[in-house]
């Protein structure tokens, strides 16, 4: 796949290792603007590019699929997909970033789709920080809802609270 049709003038396509460096600069600058207000400052700088990079790397699974979307020369935003990690007879978004500045163009909305378009699962579930609003928000209108679970996750020694959205298809 060369990439699909465009979204909020991006188009998308599938990942590959050498995107590495570039899915790690829309994780990091993504999370520095989602979670100004949930974590301090120190730990949001501390977010090191490099070790998003080998991550990414080290997290490649065939089981997984990772789209970008991209314009010319810079990707805009990333989607991580797959098997569910508590039921593997449903499906997971793991992680979805777009650019602070390309947010509200649609470009997460094509992304959410391209992802979830080729999972084979009577439902799709995410986890969401339950303090990140915009997010929330953006996953409600999707048609993603609360399904009750919660959990949480430590990031430099921080503690957030998250909750599980589920979207039947």
């Given amino acids: 796949m060369n990439g699909s049709e465009p979204a909020g003038g991006a188009a998308i396509r599938p990942a590959t290792a050498a995107d590495a460096a570039a899915v790690a600069a829309v994780y990091v600058r993504s999370w ?5 207000e949930l974590l301090p400052q120190a730990v ?3 977010l090191d590019e490099v070790d998003w990079a080998r991550r990414f790397c080290s997290r490649r699974d065939p089981a997984r699929s990772t789209l970008l979307a991209f314009t010319p020369g810079r990707v805009v935003g990333v989607v991580m997909a797959g098997p569910d990690r508590q039921d593997p007879l449903l499906a997971e978004i793991y992680a979805i970033y777009v650019l602070p500045e390309i947010q509200g163009q649609g470009v997460g909305a094509a992304l959410l789709d391209a992802a979830i378009a080729p999972l084979d699962a009577a439902a799709v579930r995410l986890w ?4 990140n609003n915009n997010s929330r ?3 409600e209108r999707r048609g993603f809802v609360l399904d009750g679970a919660t959990g949480s996750y430590e990031i430099g020694g921080h503690r957030l609270t998250t909750v599980r959205y589920t979207c039947s298809r």
């Fill in 32 to 36: 520095r603007a989602a979670y100004a």
């Fill in 44 to 46: 949001l700088a501390s």
């Fill in 128 to 131: 969401c920080a339950a303090a």
């Fill in 137 to 139: 928000r953006f996953y």
